[in-house]
């Protein structure tokens, strides 16, 4: 056996996977569910943010009417579905000790560090929220805009807390387990895990990607419809921006993801590569499923994923054969793991020619680019990101089966075996789709009053706003 592998801990712990607890499909549906949907959240409170403190420095600094407009209305929004991440994130902080009590039970005490770390920073991104909302107009121009900082550092600390979390059960460590029981722990070797710094700052950069050129693709969408104003331009130009930056960064904090990934986990690498055998030469697959242990359907490209993994075509890979039986993944779960990870490369390369061909067409005319083929390229990069963002965490959570804790704990011993978890997953779904559904109706209310120029009312909660008194340029 390649020790290399996890073995669980003993040999006498490693039971068959196909006899799977009666529970096991409901829980793994309804976290798929919540956490797909709240994860579509998290890019905005950790990055709309800082997009709207950057329309309001600029509002300050250059006595900009229109970037504090902008700042003003984003800053609505932005608390908007922080309430709407504040609800989903709660319901997911359930779920963990209601369908996985096998997993807090026995490693709580280390996996529920970061999230006590990740309940300070919630209640700091809270507080701060509501002194800039409140704010407007009520305290001094500059004193304002400080007061959202805390909002984006809370946000990034957060998200970050939820990260270490998460490459944790990748990377575990920190611990002394002892009789199965963790007797020590280590705070900061939990939180700061092997996988920590490279899956921080790849969901950062996914943040700042996914928020950008979402808010850019609405100003993109008024832009076709022939709103060519600089209240719009600018709306435009600051997310699509940032988003344009972000994205070549991200390229590369993935390609050297994957090279860790090939050597800390190589049974997910197998699962990303579809690699039914341990070989060298190994080419890379685009597309294609696993099939009775063969990878069918596929497109090769010799010797590439060798020479992505290791800088040469003779780098030898740990293919699907060299995992233990009985940890070994089945072929349906190889093939998402396969096929998200290529949806996750083919969006991402696509954001990327967009930002290449955003950054030329600004070099060349050193304006905004109108051009209706290019709008219209941004109006459905917001989606595209989205996508890209979920494929992305379909790789990581699949990719991790059947563990829940690598080398710890699979998955079958942390769900729960008593009850029926059905009508609770449909009272999950029912909670989910009222607070999206509401948010759509008041983000479009807004919007409408938006459009009419009436910007009373429309903060969700609070004293009704009035127009910022901040110095600004006179037209």
Request: aromatic fraction near 12%; include cysteine.
């Amino acid at each position: 056996m390649d020790p290399s592998y996890p073995t669980y801990s003993a040999v006498s712990q490693m039971l068959a996977i196909a006899s799977e607890p009666s529970q096991m499909l409901p829980a793994r549906e309804q976290m798929a569910f919540t956490l797909g949907f709240h994860i579509i959240l998290v890019p905005f409170g950790v990055a709309f943010t800082f997009l709207m403190l950057v329309a309001n420095f600029r509002g300050l600094r250059r006595n900009d009417r229109q970037a504090m407009l902008l700042a003003q209305r984003w800053s609505k929004v932005a608390a908007v579905l922080f309430a709407v991440g504040a609800v989903t994130g709660t319901v997911l902080s359930f779920e963990l000790g209601i369908l996985w009590p096998g997993l807090m039970g026995k490693y709580g005490s280390a996996f529920g560090f970061p999230f006590a770390i990740e309940g300070l920073f919630f209640f700091l991104e809270a507080i701060f929220m509501a002194v800039y909302i409140y704010g407007w107009n009520r305290l001094s121009p500059w004193a304002h805009f400080w007061t959202g900082i805390p909002v984006t550092l809370a946000s990034v600390g957060g998200a970050g807390a939820v990260i270490a979390a998460n490459g944790w059960m990748n990377q575990p460590g920190g611990i002394v387990v002892h009789g199965g029981r963790v007797v020590d722990v280590s705070p900061a070797k939990v939180f700061f895990n092997g996988a920590f710094w490279l899956e921080f700052l790849h969901m950062l950069l996914a943040a700042y990607i996914v928020a950008g050129f979402t808010v850019a693709g609405v100003y993109a969408a008024g832009m076709l419809k022939g709103r060519r104003d600089r209240y719009h331009r600018l709306g435009f130009l600051i997310p699509l921006t940032v988003a344009s930056i972000a994205m070549p960064l991200q390229f590369i904090v993935g390609d050297t993801i994957a090279r860790q990934v090939f050597d800390k986990e190589p049974a997910k690498f197998a699962a990303i590569e579809i690699l039914p055998k341990t070989g060298d030469h190994v080419p890379e697959t685009l597309g294609g499923v696993l099939i009775d242990g063969k990878a069918r359907y596929g497109i090769q490209l010799p010797d590439i994923a060798s020479v992505l993994a290791g800088f040469t075509p003779s780098t030898r890979i740990k293919g699907i054969d060299a995992i233990p039986s009985a940890v070994r993944p089945a072929d349906a779960v190889v093939s998402v793991v396969h096929l998200a990870f290529d949806v996750m490369v083919g969006t991402a390369s696509a954001l990327l020619l967009l930002a290449v061909w955003f950054g030329l067409l600004w070099w060349r005319r050193r304006d905004i680019p109108t051009g209706r083929w290019f709008l219209r390229a941004c109006a459905v990069a917001g989606l595209v990101s989205i996508v890209s963002l979920e494929s992305g965490w379909v790789t990581t959570e699949v990719g991790r089966q059947p563990w829940t804790v690598v080398g710890l704990l699979l998955t079958r011993d942390a769900v729960t075996t008593t009850g029926n978890l059905w009508p609770f997953f449909g009272a999950a779904v029912a909670i989910y789709l009222a607070v999206g559904v509401t948010a759509v109706l008041v983000l479009r209310s807004m919007h409408r009053r938006w459009a009419k120029g009436d910007d009373a009312d429309d903060v969700p909660y609070g004293p009704e706003p009035t127009p910022p008194n901040q110095p600004v340029a006179r037209s």
